[in-house]
T-cell receptor, first 114, second 116 residues
């Protein structure tokens, strides 16, 4: 049972372009949606997160767009740089459960070509 | 940089051996987690802990066991390793407080386990 579905599996973008990664969730009880970035040989690190009471959150070149009715959210990386090449995971959680448990998507491997 | 450590980073071991993967954090976080991740694939939660003497199984069934005797330490043990246990194991910790009541999870660098 895949509660969070992520696409595409891999993405190649030219330097300066926009990278877009999409996620869809099933459980309407989810109320916290983070994105994690993972470099080879490292553990994932939190990039940006959003709650469903806002439709967009921006931090530098990274933006989360959230569509509650469609149960979808996406990560946009503006002016993509080779240093952004990594694997990106979306996730979802029920904050009210107080467990802090995250359900991760399948991951997207991003390659930014110079 | 998060203060969460995992040892060993790499482990190659024969079938039937008992192994313990170590995880320690110096941030005083109550919540700790173990994930299993195959290369380039999603993370699956196999164990979590709310605090000392509290452990729960995660969403993915695992033959491993965990203990939480001290806040900072959350080791994972496999009594008899098998080739099917070959994977990367990631440890994480969290305060549990933050946006929507869910704290940021800080991950260690992982242990890559190969069972021959």
């Amino acid at each position: 049972q895949q509660q969070v579905k992520q696409s595409p599996q891999s993405l190649i973008v030219q330097k300066g372009g926009i990278s877009i990664i999409n996620c869809a969730y099933e459980n309407t009880a989810f109320d916290y949606f983070p994105w994690y970035q993972q470099f080879p040989g490292k553990g994932p690190a939190l990039l940006i997160a959003i709650r469903p009471d806002v439709s967009e959150k921006k931090e530098g070149r990274f933006t989360i767009s959230f569509n509650k009715s469609a149960k979808q959210f996406s990560l946009h990386i503006m002016d993509s740089q080779p240093g952004d090449s990594a694997t990106y995971f979306c996730a979802a959680s029920k904050g009210s459960s107080n467990t802090g448990k995250l359900i991760f998507g399948q991951g997207t491997t991003l390659q930014v070509k110079p | 940089e998060a203060d969460i450590y995992q040892t060993p980073r790499y482990l190659v071991i024969g079938t039937g051996k008992k192994i313990t993967l170590e995880c320690s954090q110096t941030m005083g976080h109550d919540k700790m987690y173990w994930y299993q991740q195959d290369p380039g694939m999603e993370l699956h939660l196999i164990h979590y802990s709310y605090g000392v003497n509290s452990t729960e199984k995660g969403d993915l069934s695992s033959e491993s066991t965990v203990s939480r005797i001290r806040t900072e330490h959350f080791p994972l043990t496999l009594e008899s390793a098998r080739p099917s246990h070959t994977s990367q194991y990631l440890c994480a910790s969290s305060t549990g407080f933050g946006l929507a009541g869910v704290g940021e999870q800080f991950f260690g660098p992982g242990t890559r386990l190969t069972v021959l």
